[in-house]
């Protein structure tokens, strides 16, 4: 059912959604949806939640496969948020859909409040393990984790709408420059 409602998402969006549609493309009957689900919104919201949460094991199973060292780690977020299979147009399209509903669907809302701080976390459980891997004093992880989240995904926004502005290894680059940036700008100072 959830890979028949994102298949059905791609390809009609949310206005030519229809439990009808996503019956026949997922082969089974309208009453086991019914049965399962309290409605449409109930469904796409699971199958969003489903997508967030599947894109997001993707990024840490390529955590886990980077060395131990947390700026490699953090360098593998990265990568993994600016590759395959997030950094794909099918995505977006897909995911363009599931932002139109939350201003609508109480259902939406919580599962994109639920994922990205979900997304968020991760993020910074890296910097904090950057920070203590250094032996730095923290700074506001949170706020920092919501501004690199916000760079990700204004790159992988614009890449996905013309691939042709810049390439992924540009875009991993910036965020790369940003932590750098960020390091410097965090690192304790001698006192005079």
């Known amino acids: 059912m959830i890979d028949a409602t994102l298949a059905c998402l791609a390809r009609e969006g949310h206005a030519g ?9 997922a082969g089974i009957s309208i009453g086991l949806i019914n049965h399962h689900y309290g409605g449409k919104d109930d469904l796409v919201g699971h199958a969003y939640e489903t997508l967030a949460l599947s894109l997001l094991d ?10 131990d060292d947390p700026r ?16 794909e147009r099918s995505t977006l399209r897909t995911w363009v859909v599931f932002w139109g509903m939350v201003e609508h669907s ?27 891997a250094r032996g730095w004093p923290e700074p506001d992880v949170r706020l920092a984790a919501i501004g690199l989240l916000a760079m990700l995904d204004g790159l992988w926004l614009e890449w996905c709408l013309n691939p042709e502005t ?9 965020c790369e420059r940003w932590t750098d940036v960020f390091l410097d700008a965090s690192a304790p100072r001698a006192s005079a």
């Open 166 to 174: 810049f390439t992924p290894e540009e875009a991993i680059g910036l």
């Open 58 to 67: 993707n990024i840490r199973s390529r955590i886990a496969e980077a060395s």
């Open 17 to 25: 959604l229809s439990i009808r549609k996503i019956s026949k493309e």
């Open 106 to 132: 109480k259902a939406m809302t919580d599962v994109h409040d639920r994922t990205y701080a979900e997304y968020r976390r991760l993020l910074e459980i890296l910097l904090k393990d950057l920070f203590a």
């Open 72 to 87: 490699a780690r953090l360098g593998a977020y990265f990568r993994a948020t600016l590759s395959a299979p997030i950094l």
